[in-house]
């Protein structure tokens, strides 16, 4: 089902994914808009789409999430929102109320302007970090959307994100101003690697500070399935086709799908090493210290942050949350995206780790450069 002659917003347009798939929907739809959204929009973004416009009209739309009217004017004459827009803080860096501010208050308000400007479409760019992994480390090794797994989430940024995408299924079947339903439905992609990607910048950046060897910060067996930015972005398109056709609109609606593609399970830190290793890099055999004992290092740090706070702000690079996400083996199936959605990944593992390995190349020199000026 093509979505040709629909006007669509983009939340988060000038983000990792956010770029990859307003590229995606100007090579493969004739769009009678696409909509950028963002805090900032910088013009060169907007200029490189222009060999790839057409008759699409691309439209910036510049302003805070968090601004309800803002918000109406975006989704004015709009058919379809891809809400990618959302802030990643893994780390607990960033206020918490900046955090539900933009995630979740953002989210509502986005709904709530669907409704008023008669949106039929919403899909909403959630996390695998909603699913877990739980506090005690329980693994999950191929599951699914049926799969039951008790967690209350810590993590600031994984309760923002699960509440938001609550928020969004909850709101599928509204009825909108002019009688119309509202369909919606969020995606749990793992996590996301490619061209662009800013973790794996900083994994890079950090092995080269260590003569060009990666820190290992989890265990080997500790496996988990990344996905390729392209195939995400695929992902979002097809799910968007999907929600145009009536039959498998009442199918897909109010439900959410993990996207993996055919990267092989591996650890968040052999991953690293796997992309980085044809540009010379090796990786630590083992932690620097036990995970037991960089668990309990980590509770004593935590504490003597916590009480420090009243009057200086600390932030952990390393959290026992962090650290039990990267040591639980949790890996998910996309075989019901691809019942559903018709989701298949375009891009093969190799093809995906080619593309990953070329672009980390070309950032080499400059990370080097910027390290060494430091």
Known sequence: MSLKGDVCVVTGACGFLGQRLVRLLLEEEQLAEIRLLDKHIQPQLVQALDDLKGETNVAVYEGDIRDGEFLRKACRGASIIFHIASIIDVIGAVDYRELYGVNVKGTQLLLEACIQENVVSFIYTSSIEVAGPNPKGDPIINGNEDTVYNCSLKFPYSKTKKEAEQKTLQANGEVLQNGGRLATCALRPMYIYGEGCRFLLGHMADGIRNKDVLYRASA????????????????????????????????????FYYIADNTPPVSYSDFNHV???????????????????LYVLCFFL?????????????????NRQLLVMLNTPFSFSYQKAQRDLGYTPRYTWQEARRRTTEWLASQLPKERDRIRAK
């Open 220 to 255: 080997p067996e500790a496996h988990v399935n990344p996905v390729y930015i392209g195939n995400v972005a695929l992902a979002h398109l097809q799910t968007a086709r999907g929600l145009r056709d009536p039959q498998k609109r009442s199918i897909i609606g109010g439900n």
């Open 275 to 293: 992309v980085m290793s044809p540009l010379g890099f090796r990786i630590q055999e083992k932690p620097m210290l036990p995970l037991c004992l």
């Open 302 to 318: 935590e504490m003597l942050c916590m009480m420090l706070r009243p009057f200086i702000s600390t932030v952990l690079p390393l």
